[in-house]
């Protein structure tokens, strides 16, 4: 909706593999701000906003099991490599399950054994060896909230800057030219280590 791209196969978020989330991980960042908290926390009949305390208890409990997430979004991004990166296995190798299996325990990610969760895992077909780029967007995505809208989530600056620089480009735009033209500099792990903290 809001790409203008010459050709809508470039429109939106088809875009480099390891940008795609970008976007909506960004969107996230909005949703768990105090800022935007009060004004879509409201009781769906009354209007009431969402107590003080029950938004300072939902923004407090937002990296209750972070590290876990990261964790095994690293599983999913080596499984990912694992069947369909530059040496996937063969098929002499072992099961899709005792991959799987084996990656939750050199991460300390538990496991059921007897489990199949990786066959519904819908992002293995359209991936395709891309989705180490889920984790690799939190990276870009805290950069820009913590760069452009940390300290004013409703900047209307802020906000035309990040419309005008990346999101009006979809996927016809290098990444890295669009995250140099958001955040001034080239991007940084920095906050994203720190939004897990």
């Known amino acids: 909706l809001l790409s203008r791209t010459m050709f809508q196969h470039l429109s939106g978020t088809r875009a ?3 940008f ?13 701000d105090p800022t935007f908290l009060r004004i879509i926390g409201k ?9 003080e305390s029950s938004i ?3 923004i407090a409990s937002r990296n209750a099991f972070r590290a876990i997430e990261v964790q095994t979004q690293i599983v999913y991004a080596r499984f990912d490599q694992e069947l369909f990166g530059p040496r996937p296995r063969s098929a002499s190798s072992r099961t ?6 084996r990656l939750h325990m050199e991460h300390s990610v538990p496991y059921a054994e007897g ?24 990276v870009f995505a805290a950069d820009i909230w913590q760069q452009c809208f940390s300290a004013n989530p409703l900047c209307t600056v802020e906000g035309a ?9 979809g996927g016809a735009k290098d990444p890295n030219a669009m995250l140099r033209a958001v955040l001034g500099r080239e991007p940084r792990v920095n906050s994203f280590v720190d939004s897990i903290l």
């Not at 769906?44 to 906003?49: A, C, I, L, P, R």
């Not at 899709?96 to 299996?101: A, G, R, V």
């Not at 395709?128 to 967007?137: D, F, K, V």
């Open 56 to 58: 300072s208890s939902l």
């Open 16 to 18: 480099a593999m390891d």
């Open 161 to 169: 800057k990040l419309w005008k620089k990346i999101l009006l480009h």
């Open 43 to 51: 009781h769906y009949m009354t209007g009431q906003s969402i107590p």
């Open 20 to 32: 795609i989330e970008t976007h909506s991980h960004l969107i996230e960042s909005f949703v768990w």
């Open 96 to 101: 899709s399950t005792d991959i799987f299996s």
């Open 115 to 138: 489990s199949h969760w990786h066959s519904r895992f819908g992002h293995l077909v359209t991936y395709g060896a891309g989705y180490y780029g889920y984790l690799y967007s939190q």
